[in-house]
């Protein structure tokens, strides 16, 4: 029997406050990291086929507010994600993936500067009060991976 995963992101419904840690520049061996709060809620949508998260992103200097749309298809087992970021207001190339052992693992394709790249969503220490989201980079097709950004989600009361 094929798991039906359209529940493995009901971890994440509810309002959350989130500690972010971003590498200043990506792909630039850069070990400059920046520290930043936010907040962020999560809602069911489409009759639980997905979900979406309205965010606050308090950059330094440069705070917006971005959401993220994740659609569950039954028929491969994969969650595609979408994101969208209030100052460019374009919608991402999607990354798609499941959850095995309790963490996620999503891949895409998109463009930095100018040259393709591959981009590796990460959930992991998913427990019912905290959750980890991480972003990484390859510049080779995956060979090697650049984490440039985590966010640690806190539930709030």
């Known amino acids: 029997m094929t798991h039906d995963g359209r529940a493995d992101f009901d971890f994440f419904i509810g309002r959350w406050s989130v500690a972010h840690r971003r590498l200043a520049r990506r792909l630039a061996d850069c070990d400059d990291w920046i520290a930043f709060d936010g907040t962020c809620v999560t809602r069911h949508i489409l009759q639980g086929q997905g979900n979406m998260d309205d965010n606050i992103v308090n950059l330094p200097g440069d705070p917006y507010a971005a959401v993220s749309t994740r659609l569950y298809d039954p028929g491969t087992g994969l969650w595609s994600v979408y994101s969208i970021d209030a100052r460019s207001l374009t919608i991402d190339p999607p990354v798609r993936g499941r959850f095995e052992a309790g963490a996620g693992t999503f891949l ?15 959930w992991s220490d998913i427990t019912p009060l905290t959750a980890r989201w991480s972003q990484a980079f390859s510049p080779d097709g995956g060979d090697s991976w650049e984490t440039n950004w985590i966010m640690d989600f806190t539930r709030a009361a």
């Open 108 to 122: 895409g394709e998109d463009v930095l500067e100018g040259r393709p790249i591959r981009v590796r969503f990460l």
